[in-house]
């Protein structure tokens, strides 16, 4: 089953706008921290942005200031509004759930979206 759907990449000019939406499964409960993480080629995945059950978030230096992680609890999805972005934020971004699966902590992981910044 699909658990994680990302959504809303594409291509952009560099300064341009983004929203990533993330639609999360009802069948995911109790979930500790979302986040959006992305990779692009010959790189390790990195973490982009975190949102805690709390509402804390933290980003990567290389986004902070630019990007915005927020959480609809009603709609059960989650949001990364990208702004001002560069060639070098090209990546496939994924969203990322930790929460109790069974007696264990598990990462569920969405497909991935792509989002290409070029001119």
């Known amino acids: 089953q699909v658990q994680l759907v990302e959504s809303g990449g594409g291509l952009v000019q560099p300064g341009g706008s983004l929203r990533l939406s993330c639609a999360i499964s009802r069948s995911i409960s109790s979930i500790y921290v979302m986040g959006w993480y992305r990779q692009a080629p010959g790189k390790q995945r990195e973490l982009v942005a975190g949102?805690?059950?709390?509402?804390?978030?933290n980003y990567a230096d290389s986004v902070k200031g630019r990007f915005t992680i927020s959480r609809d609890n009603t709609k059960n999805t989650v949001y990364l509004q990208m702004n001002s972005l560069k060639p070098e934020d090209t990546a496939v971004y994924y969203c990322?759930?930790?929460?109790?699966?069974?007696?264990?902590?598990?990462?569920?992981w969405g497909q991935g979206t792509q989002v290409t910044v070029s001119s």
């Open positions: 949102l805690t059950s709390g509402g804390r978030t």
């Open positions: 990322n759930a930790e929460a109790p699966r069974g007696l264990e902590l598990y990462d569920y």
